[in-house]
């Protein structure tokens, strides 16, 4: 098994549909799917540039402990994101490169006690994840979502059991 570095964002459940429209501003503008509907446990609904399960049927999160969103996000292309591109033949698009799949585990408490939601994005391959790494400007692009979301906190978190990295705010207790 390969490497599996993530960007966890901890964010209270109200800000979870701001997180993800600002999610929806990192999508590539050409789209090949349909929209996503997701539907938020309180039921609050975001129409979103990504899919599901590699299909764009609504998804409702009510009584779910997870969902997964296929994303592909426009990363603005520091030194590391142009090395990545160069060696994966990935254009340069206005100074950002169209990373994908990144992948968008959505965990959500399932004890009424629990305050927080985990916006959790993976890395797809090993050398994603030493990109997500490597990448300051990946790293600005994640810690600037969860603050304009209004997040608790952002965390990197290299999947080997190891204590993950406060990036930004605060972890959550």
Same mark, same amino acid.
């Given at each position: 098994?390969?490497?599996?570095?993530?960007?966890?964002?901890?964010?209270?459940?109200?800000?979870?549909?701001?997180?993800?429209?600002?999610?929806?501003?990192?999508?590539?503008?050409?789209?090949?799917?349909?929209?996503?509907?997701?539907?938020?446990?309180?039921?609050?609904?975001?129409?979103?540039?990504?899919? @599901?399960?590699?299909?764009?049927?609504?998804?409702?999160?009510?009584?779910?402990?997870?969902?997964?969103?296929?994303?592909?996000?426009?990363?603005?292309?520091?030194?590391?994101?142009?090395?990545?591109?160069?060696?994966?033949?990935?254009?340069?698009?206005?100074?950002?490169?169209?990373?994908?799949?990144?992948?968008?585990?959505?965990?959500?408490?399932?004890?009424?006690?629990?305050?927080?939601?985990?916006?959790?994005?993976?890395?797809?391959? @090993?050398?994603? @994840?030493?990109?997500?790494?490597? @990448?300051?400007?990946?790293?600005?692009?994640?810690?600037?979502?969860?603050?304009?979301?209004?997040?608790?906190?952002?965390?990197?978190?290299?999947?080997?059991?190891?204590?993950?990295?406060?990036?930004?705010?605060?972890?959550?207790?």
């Amino acid at each position: 098994m390969g490497l599996t570095y993530a960007y966890d964002i901890y964010l209270r459940p109200e800000n979870v549909a701001r997180a993800l429209t600002e999610v929806a501003k990192l999508a590539p503008p050409e789209r090949r799917a349909p929209p996503l509907t997701v539907t938020l446990p309180g039921g609050e609904r975001v129409v979103l540039p990504f899919t @599901s399960d590699f299909k764009s049927d609504p998804v409702d999160c009510a009584g779910k402990d997870r969902v997964t969103l296929d994303t592909s996000l426009m990363l603005p292309a520091d030194e590391a994101v142009r090395a990545y591109a160069e060696e994966g033949n990935l254009p340069v698009e206005d100074g950002r490169v169209q990373i994908g799949y990144v992948y968008l585990d959505m965990y959500f408490p399932h004890f009424l006690n629990l305050r927080h939601v985990c916006l959790d994005f993976w890395a797809a391959t @090993s050398r994603m @994840s030493r990109l997500f790494e490597d @990448s300051v400007a990946i790293r600005e692009v994640f810690t600037n979502l969860a603050e304009t979301a209004g997040a608790v906190c952002c965390l990197f978190d290299t999947g080997d059991g190891a204590p993950e990295r406060v990036l930004w705010g605060t972890a959550p207790d």
